[in-house]
């Protein structure tokens, strides 16, 4: 084929071309548009799981029913257990009333049976006395746990360690009465606070001041007073509580174990029980007894000696 003959080819080709585009009008935007986003979609979009690929056998659609089944009971059933236990557990955090900002913290375990010191417990059942009644368990601490020293307690912060503050009262209200908590600002006003003799040691082991002081009352007659001494510059802190209540606790069963000791001793004619733990820092010693109807708690990171020293120094 001669070079004009192709010449003459390449024309009509382009003429078609033109021709066909002249007759097909503006191309539709909207179309290409919609076009391209179903393109794009196409490839972002996940790949399908093909549950054909899967075979399960009858058990293991059983296993999956059963599993199933569990779960439902238990969002059905735990809720409310766990709502029941939080009832008899924590007090209510609607129902305090602080008189001002002190930071407190407050929990109490289960009631306990408990009896006032030098009262008469024989009364009729019909007529609840004020020498029987149940009472939540509580503690106070100066910002650590203190459940050696006192086993059904639970911890109430009062104030940061090493800070003195002015003397206030907290109320805690609850449906079947209030507790009261005072800060005493020394001993001398913590004496006063506590319808019991309050006592002191003469004898602390070298470093250690008393930081916080404080009584709750659970009504005019009853309640616990908290000492706590704090060494200054270390951790190491020394609780003492007393309270005349005497808790009728179940008994318990210790474990032997080797990082812990315990000894029956006397104190003043009445048996005490010393515990004394090994910890990192130390030993965490434990003392406590009950004397005319009061209750002691002496806890510490110190040595047994010197918790002994302390007991032996108490006066009122």
Known sequence: ???????????????????????????????????IQQEVQRKERPPRLDLGRFRFSKWQYVSVGAMVACLALALIVYPGALTEIGKRTFLDTQNVKQSEDSGVGIANRESWKVSVAGKDLAKEESAPSPATRKLPSLGLGGGRPTDEADPDSVQVTMIPDGEQHPSASLEFIQEKGSFTLHRAADITELRQLAPFPVLYPAVVPEGFVPTSLSYLAYDD???????????????????????????????????????????????????????????????????????????????GLISPEEIKRMVESLEP
């Open 1 to 35: 084929m001669s070079s004009f003959q192709d010449e003459q080819l390449d024309k009509l080709i382009a003429q078609n071309i033109r021709q066909r585009m002249d007759d097909a009008g503006e191309p539709r935007g909207d179309l290409l548009w919609t076009k």
């Open 221 to 299: 007659e009853t309640g616990e007073t908290m000492i706590t001494l704090v060494k200054e510059g270390s951790p190491n802190h020394i609780d003492l509580t007393q309270r005349n209540l005497v808790i009728e606790l179940p008994s318990v069963q210790y474990d032997d174990s080797p990082e812990t000791t315990r000894e029956i001793m006397r104190i003043g004619g009445n048996e005490a029980t010393l515990t004394v733990t090994r910890v990192e820092d130390g030993k965490y010693s434990n003392l406590r007894w009950v004397e005319d109807g009061i209750s002691y708690w002496v806890s």
